[in-house]
């Protein structure tokens, strides 16, 4: 199973950015996807999440109601849709999944993350 992240880039500060991570190789059976993000001088935080079922997302104070998670299954791909970014939300964003039959919201696939960069 391989995860490509992609879609950073550099933004202004109040734009907008949409991240894709889709997934290839064989079938993937998760519990959930997340988003993550590792910002300059700081440790990796998990800024959502998407549980398969029953359908949830969850949300990072710093980020909630500014970015929105979504999932085409048929492509099999999560989005994660940033608006109103901030300077502060730059770094390099990563997408993970767990496995049914593991530790829900232990993250066993890593994609290879993507570079957000927001200009004040």
């Known amino acids: 199973v391989q995860l490509q992240a992609s879609g950073g880039g550099l933004v202004r500060a109040g734009g907008s950015l949409r991240l894709s991570c889709a997934a290839s190789?064989?079938?993937?059976?998760?519990?959930?996807w997340a988003w993550f993000r590792q910002l300059i001088g700081k440790e990796r935080e998990r800024v959502a999440r998407?549980?398969?079922?029953?359908?949830?997302?969850f949300y990072a104070d710093s980020v909630k109601g500014r970015f929105t998670v979504s999932r085409d299954i048929a492509k099999k791909t999560l989005y994660l849709q940033m608006n109103s970014l901030k300077p502060e939300d730059t770094g390099v964003y990563y997408c993970?999944?767990?496995?049914?039959?593991?530790?829900?919201?232990?993250?066993?696939?890593w994609g290879q993350g993507t570079q957000v960069t927001v200009s004040s």
């Open positions: 993970a999944a767990d496995v049914v039959g593991g530790t829900p919201g232990q993250y066993v696939y």
């Open positions: 998407f549980v398969w079922s029953p359908r949830t997302t």
């Open positions: 190789g064989r079938p993937l059976s998760s519990y959930s």
